[in-house]
């Protein structure tokens, strides 16, 4: 992945699943899951006993581990509720991570993007062409779609300068319409010639570019039906003179 500004650009990331994030005790800061009370790295200043207010209990640090906190939170957060000790003996006490504590609900997206199988984009162009794929290994539209929601934001343009068969503005208006968002999108397509021999001629297409503006207004067709009223879904194509 390139880009011009660094600091423009960031991945949202997927949001988190917060289906374990619990409530059972109506604590009044809301939902939350048993956290990890030690951490692999600290200091010697994080290896300090911590007593059971209720069986007098000493914890330590498992070996070459430390509390993931200070000594003085302990009182805070005893009071708090957010350090939760057992009251028969034997048992460990609990510290509470809340959901509204969390920096950010989403985490990072991973870079080994698995569930999107590439031939789906020759499996799509069948649908939408009936028949053989009239181009040859196109993107899935989940793919860019994915991409696309991951690096941009609403108003956002896109641009794809190697559109071959479309997929682009495709994910970009199954977005907008799936997020009633609105990007922009362009797409630019050599008309690269095929021959007689080529699928594509046998279906009536000359060139790349007639694939590319073919599937783009069956598209714009299809998503203008579901949603008439938005501006999200119209295109016009043009040729460019070239010298
Ligand atoms: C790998 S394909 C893109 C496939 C596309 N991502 C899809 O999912 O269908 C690259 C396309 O770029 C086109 N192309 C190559 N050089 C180009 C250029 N200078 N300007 C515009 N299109 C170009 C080729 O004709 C080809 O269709």
Redesign the pocket.
């Known amino acids: 992945m390139y880009c011009k500004n660094k600091s423009l650009c960031s991945f949202k990331g997927v949001a988190k699943d917060f289906s374990n994030y619990k409530n059972p005790d109506h604590d009044p800061k809301g939902a939350w899951i048993a956290d990890n009370p030690s951490a692999a790295s600290g200091n010697e200043n994080y290896r300090f006993p911590i007593t059971n207010p209720f069986t007098g209990t000493v914890y330590y640090p498992p070996q070459g581990r430390y509390w993931a906190f200070s000594p003085k939170r302990v009182d805070e957060w005893t009071k708090s509720g957010k350090l939760v000790f057992p009251k028969e003996p034997g048992k460990n006490f609990m510290l509470k991570k809340y959901q509204t504590d969390l920096r950010s609900t989403f985490k990072p997206v991973s870079s080994v993007i698995q569930g999107i199988l590439t031939a789906s984009?020759t499996k799509e162009?069948k649908q939408l062409f009936g028949g053989g794929s009239p181009?040859k290994?196109?993107?899935?539209?989940a793919l860019?779609k994915m991409l696309i929601e991951q690096a941009t934001v609403e108003n956002d343009i896109i641009l794809?300068?190697?559109?071959?068969?479309?997929?682009?503005m495709h994910a970009t208006m199954a977005l907008n319409y799936e997020t009633k968002t609105y990007r922009k999108c362009i797409c630019?397509?050599?008309d690269?010639p095929y021959t007689p021999e080529d699928i594509a001629y046998k279906n009536q297409f000359s060139t790349?570019?007639d694939?590319?503006k073919a599937r783009i207004e069956m598209v714009s067709k299809h998503y203008k039906k579901l949603n008439k009223k938005s501006k999200a879904f119209d295109v016009s194509c043009f040729k460019l003179k070239t010298n």
Do not use: H, R
């Open positions: 984009g162009l181009f290994y196109p993107k899935p539209t860019i794809d300068f190697f559109a071959g068969s479309g997929t682009t630019v397509q050599l690269e790349v570019a694939i590319t």
